[in-house]
Each structure stands twice: as C-alpha cells, then as structure tokens.
C-alpha cells in the first residue's frame, strides 16, 4: 500500500532496479583492506623522521652513551605506540562510518512502498523520508512537508537544516550544510518533518562517498 499523498510517485520498476544495482553496484562506501597493528608499525618504521631517530638512537649506543640512547629509543618507541592507537581508531571510526552509510531505506518501487536495505538502494530510486530516518543516499527533494535534516556527519554542525522541494527543472548539487536547499545526502538524519526524494547518488559517488 502506498501511504496517503504518494499515490503520484510509482518509482522505478523491478527490472531497472535491478539493472541499475547491477551497473553502479551496492550502495555502499568502499571497503578497504583493514590494517593490522603490525602493519601500521611497519608504515611508521618506514617514515624517514623516525628512522633518523632510531638510528640516532643506535650509534650514541655504540658509541657507549646509555643515557642519550636511552632517551632517543623511548621518544622513537612512544611516537610508535602513540601512531598505531591512533590509526586504529581511525580504522574503527571510518568502520563505523561506512556501516553509518547503508541503513535501511523506505523506497517507491512498482508503486508500492517497500523497505529494503540501504546497500540495495539505486540512482533514480524514490525514498520516502520521515522524522527519525537515516537518508539512505544523496537525493532530490520532490515533496517537503516542514523536512529538516541533521548533517553533522558531513558538515560537523549539530544544528538541522531547512530544506524544500526542488523546483520544477532544478536539479541543485550543492554542498550539505546550507538552509532551503532540496539537496539531502546519505548519511544525514531526518529530524524534522516529512518528505519524497529522488536518489541522484549512491555509493562512492554521494557526498559521504
């Protein structure tokens, strides 16, 4: 069934979808090779500030000043641990992020209202947006009903945003952040209101991406 005012929206038809998914592939932000602690170690060890140090640190050995080789092997050492619990939080961080990019999205296919996963969404798809919703992708709004978004996950500002319908014949692309503009983007949180968009960017190709 298709909730009351969408009854004009009957999106794309099975079969695009499913051409379209097959063409620009999931939904979903680029899944780099996860570095390891070791692996980490080994990117800083190969850092040229760092090997001074260390072999700085191994000819006052040699040359018998236990003291001065001691102090310059600590600093290298410290800098080392200090790097990788860094790096790995930013692993986790970008992890977090990327599961962030592809919830689950509310979308108008055959003319009816289904709720698939947020990988499975494609360019031209139709998303039903209500308060409380995780924007699935970046899109165009068609209808606004008093819609606000939070996008503090791309701009850092936790104050929403106003946003309209976009206008017969705009397509606007412009960059999160700004107030009465009909661009969402993936990632964001309906705050506010209510709302009917057209997907215009998926993937790697949204803003997140």
């Known amino acids: ?13 099975s079969s695009q979808a ?10 979903e932000l680029p899944r780099a090779h996860r570095r390891t602690p070791l692996r980490i170690a080994l990117e800083v ?12 640190g191994g000819i006052y050995l040699l040359l018998g000043d236990k003291t001065e080789a001691t102090i310059l092997l600590l600093f290298a050492g410290l800098s080392i641990v ?15 992020l990327r599961d962030l990019s592809a919830p689950r999205a509310l979308v108008i296919r055959d003319g009816d209202t289904l709720r698939i996963p ?11 947006l209500d308060q409380g919703d995780r924007i699935a992708a970046d ?34 692309d412009v960059a999160p952040g700004g107030d009465d503009w009909p661009q969402v983007y993936s990632g964001s949180i309906v ?3 209510s709302g009917i968009a057209r997907v215009t960017a998926t993937g790697s190709h949204s803003r997140i991406g």
């Not at 068609?142 to 976009?166: H, I, N, Y």
């Open 191 to 193: 705050t506010r209101g």
């Open 82 to 96: 200090i790097t990788i619990v860094q790096e790995a939080r930013t692993e986790n961080v970008l992890e977090a």
């Open 18 to 27: 499913r051409e379209r998914f097959e063409r620009d592939g999931p939904n």
């Open 139 to 172: 899109a165009l709004l068609l209808e606004s009903r008093q819609l606000e978004a939070d996008e503090a996950l791309l701009t850092g500002e936790s104050v929403p945003v106003r946003k309209r319908a976009a206008q017969e014949g705009e397509t606007a």
């Open 118 to 128: 947020g990988r499975e969404v494609v360019e031209g798809d139709i998303l039903v």
């Open 45 to 56: 060890l190969r850092e040229p500030m760092l090997a001074m140090l260390l072999a700085a």
């Open 1 to 13: 069934m298709i909730p009351s005012g969408q009854a004009t929206w009957t999106g794309l038809s």
